[in-house]
């Protein structure tokens, strides 16, 4: 069944979060419609491969979406360069999601460009009425973004919201029931926190990140290695971008 | 389509000159999602070796001007898994079925050969990869070595009367030594190109950036290449050559038909663009459309050198 196809996105608004780091707004009231929190889009970049953003947010009566852009190398030094109204390629929306069903409360760990997936699935999870705590680390006050009411900062500089790094912000809070653990962040940040998980035997989700070249898994080239469910292998490799980028912690091996 | 994109390779009748190249369509289930992929003239399978393998370490991806460097190391789940779980969904899809044979030695190739003969029916072509620049044996050196395609090619021809083809690799410094060897051999097509060896380096680490060190250099960069070859290979052999490298539009499939080419392979532009294989193949419809071209395989070797 053939229904998923390439689109041209507008460039709606633009906005600089901090020095190195950009927000945009794209019209493409299709992938707005059928986007999930933890889906990625792969958006061109004038340069030979798309770029994979995580989906910051999803308006479907407006007919956009957001993502964050962190001016890396020269395929996102490109988009930052990019204006209002000017149109991109952009394939989406692609990869499997958080699973935003199961649990009743969740809380949402993150830190670097992983808080902008964490924010469509926090703005999803509050319009689903559930409990949702939120826990951003960044290196200094001038870093923090996408802060919104009632999420727990962390800075390492302690110059804002809790000092030290985001276990510190989980540390801080008092748990009940048993919520679900999405992370989303530098791979040190996401061990971290799947540990933390696992020593108060909560379920938790990463969102892996590879580089990437086709972003709908045909050419095998962002793999991450889960365990295997055979004794004679070690591990297998999965495509990030199909079977992924969400897996379970106790399955991904980071 | 219309039958002016009707084209034979050898034996085989395709749809379409348009084949997708091994390695960039998987087995055509994620691309089939974005099209109806019974438009084209073939896919070519993920490269399949008799054990499963799971591929390089590490990142497997740099990006070039103009194409990109990858180094996957032919991983992909194996024959056996294949004839079980994907020969019929590619069968089903309405094209021709293009299984691409990879090896690491003379037996495994055999090997490969064997278990897919009995599913002849279901096959149109065997491609057998003697070019993968990204696994350390067998693949490319069997390749680059003329006496070692011809004798690969004469055990595999006594195997099967699937139609062979053999896809070469351009890492070579005579490209018409490899293939005047294969048509020895009885091969029934040569598949060129598979991709150029390549490096890129991280120059704060300074370390190569993908980590098998050296990848396989594949986009519009590397047409250039593949076109001169195809080119050479026309003038010398009397079996059809499917023509690949850097191919993104309907003007690219003309131009490897004019140098030689029966038929060619789509790869990286699927990367880029999903729909790629339906893009080029809407554009030749066009191409012949307003060229009067009644059918496409009138362009097959009609270059002219100075």
């Excluded at chain 1, 990019?82 to 394939?91: P, S, T």
């Excluded at chain 2, 990109?68 to 019929?88: A, K, R, T, W």
């Excluded at chain 2, 190739?109 to 350390?136: A, W």
């Amino acid at each position: 069944m053939s229904n998923k196809q390439e689109y041209k996105a507008e460039i709606v608004s633009k906005d600089y979060l901090n020095e190195d780091t950009l927000f945009f707004e794209l019209k493409c009231p299709e992938i707005a419609d059928a986007a999930i929190p933890g889906q990625f889009v792969n958006i061109s970049c004038s340069k030979f491969l798309k770029r994979p953003f995580g989906i910051a947010s999803a308006n479907k009566e407006d007919g956009t979406i957001s993502i964050g852009v962190k001016i890396i190398g020269e395929g996102t030094k490109n988009l930052s360069e990019i204006e209002i109204g000017e149109i991109v390629d952009i394939l989406g929306p692609l990869g499997n999601g958080f699973d935003l069903d199961s649990f009743d409360s969740y809380i949402l760990a993150g830190g670097g460009t992983g808080v902008f997936p964490l924010n469509f699935a926090y703005d999803t999870l509050s319009l689903m009425g559930k409990n949702v705590t939120t826990v951003f680390g960044f290196r200094d006050r001038s870093q923090v973004i996408m802060e919104k009411e009632g999420h727990i900062i962390t800075t390492d500089a302690g110059d804002y919201g809790i000092k030290g790094n985001v276990l510190a912000g989980l540390d801080s809070l008092s748990i009940s029931g048993n919520p679900c653990i999405l992370v989303v962040g530098p791979t040190p940040m996401m061990k971290g926190v799947g540990e933390w998980a696992r020593s108060h035997s909560l379920k938790c989700f990463v969102s892996t990140e590879q580089h990437m070249a086709c972003g709908v898994g045909i050419c095998l080239v962002c793999v991450c290695k889960i365990r295997s469910e055979d004794p004679n292998e070690e591990y297998k490799h999965v495509r990030c971008c199909k079977d992924g980028p969400v897996f379970d912690y106790e399955e991904v091996i980071l | 389509m219309s039958s002016r994109l009707n084209v034979k390779v050898g034996s085989v009748d395709l749809k379409s000159p348009v084949i997708l190249a091994s390695g960039t369509c998987n087995f055509g289930r994620e691309l089939s999602e974005y099209y109806d992929l019974s438009v084209l003239g073939g896919l070519s399978s993920k490269g399949l070796t008799i054990k499963p393998r799971a591929g390089n370490e590490g990142c497997r991806v740099a990006e070039c001007d103009s194409g990109m460097l990858n180094s996957v190391g032919l991983q992909n789940p194996g024959v056996d898994y294949f004839i079980e779980h994907e020969l019929d969904y590619m069968r089903s899809l309405n094209t021709g079925v293009i299984v691409n044979v990879a090896g690491h030695s003379f037996d495994d190739y055999c090997g490969m050969v064997r278990k897919l003969d009995p599913f002849k029916e279901k096959i149109d072509v065997l491609e057998i990869n003697l070019s993968c620049p990204n696994v350390k044996e067998g693949c490319m050196s069997i390749g680059s070595s003329p006496e070692q395609v011809k004798k690969i090619v004469s055990a595999l021809r006594d195997l099967t009367t699937l139609p062979l083809w053999i896809k070469l690799t351009p890492n070579v410094s005579d490209i018409t030594a490899p293939a005047l060897a294969a048509q020895e051999g009885g091969a029934d097509a040569i598949v060129l190109i598979n991709t150029l060896l390549g490096m890129r380096i991280n120059i704060k680490t300074r370390r190569p950036v993908v980590q098998n060190n050296t990848g396989g250099y594949s986009g519009p960069a590397v047409k250039p290449v593949a076109i001169r070859m195809v080119s050479e290979c026309s003038r010398v052999l009397d079996i059809p050559i499917v023509g690949c490298g850097g191919i993104e539009t309907a003007e690219d499939v003309v131009e490897f038909m004019i140098a030689g080419a029966s038929a060619v392979e789509v790869g990286t532009a699927s990367l880029i663009h999903p729909d790629a294989g339906l893009r080029i193949t809407e554009g030749l419809e066009r191409y012949c459309e307003d060229n009067k071209i009644e059918n496409i395989s009138s362009l097959t070797g009609t270059l002219e050198l100075w």
